[in-house]
């Protein structure tokens, strides 16, 4: 256990996220933070393999091959929780869903309704605002074959915890994007006093249910469950931009975000 006075746990330490995030003053104090845990070994491995060998198509490119940020103004009303950086995509850019086909379909969908200033994402530097919205995820680290293990997310899980607080003066509503998202979401308003209903709600594409107010100063959250953007889902046709277009209008205006175009 670790007290205040404590100096930080190493990077490599399982106990530096829960350190670290928990003193963090800011959102850009928690992403200096971040962006220095080596607290995964599987993650930080591969991560760094893959920015070693790069993809032909990217062999010019630097790849950030470290933790991913969140991104996104810090008074946002509305957070969308996606799983983990692609290996190729945001461990490459440094920047959440930017630089593959999953984020290609987000923004998208996020510029259709208004929440983005542009419908592409390809660096960190291409000038893509965000209005109102805030993009994180539950591992920060690009993990093999895009599946994080539960220890993975669990050691990760203090800097989505302290994301959200911070965001939670303005914070309206949270859209987790597939059922790894919802399922290290719940557990986060949970350990913050949230109260989530018993038993825990199931995922499923257009799963909603709202929590009470909190104290004075943090109104209802509206929780709401989408389809993951992955090419498994998008060229199946499980999602479709129309659906994550609807889902993302209904969030925005349960955020008071009303943009669409």
């Known amino acids: 256990m670790h007290r205040e006075t404590d100096a930080p746990p190493p990077t490599t330490d399982r106990a530096f996220p829960a350190h670290c995030a928990a003193r963090s003053r800011g959102l850009d104090d928690m992403e200096a933070q971040l962006i220095r845990c080596r607290a995964c070994p599987r993650l930080v491995e591969w991560r760094e393999e893959i920015g070693a060998a790069r993809r ?41 869903f930017t630089g593959d086909a999953s984020g290609d379909f987000l923004f998208a969908a996020l510029h259709t309704v208004g929440l983005a200033s542009q419908p592409e994402a390809t660096h960190r530097d291409d000038g893509l605002e965000l209005y109102g919205v805030r993009i994180t995820a539950p591992v920060h680290c690009a993990p093999p074959h895009n599946k994080p293990t539960p220890d993975e997310r669990t050691t990760c899980r203090p800097w989505l915890a302290r994301e959200l607080e911070l965001l939670a003066p303005t914070l309206k509503a949270v859209l987790a994007l597939g059922a790894f998202a919802w399922q290290a979401l719940l557990p986060v308003l949970d350990d913050a006093g949230r109260q989530v209903p018993r038993p825990r709600p199931a995922f499923a594409h257009g799963a ?12 209802p959250l509206h929780i709401l469950g989408s ?35």
């Open 208 to 219: 909603e249910f709202t929590l009470p107010a909190l104290g004075d100063d943090r109104g």
């Open 56 to 96: 032909a198509a990217f062999r010019d490119w630097e790849y950030w091959a470290r933790p991913v940020p969140g991104f996104g103004p810090p008074d946002a009303a509305l957070a969308v929780i996606g799983l983990a950086p692609a290996a190729h995509g945001g461990n490459r850019t440094g920047r959440m």
């Open 227 to 261: 389809y993951h953007p992955s090419q498994q889902n998008t060229f199946t046709g499980t999602l479709t931009p129309d659906m994550l277009t609807d889902l993302l209008a209904r969030a925005a205006r349960l955020a008071g975000l009303n943009r669409r175009r």
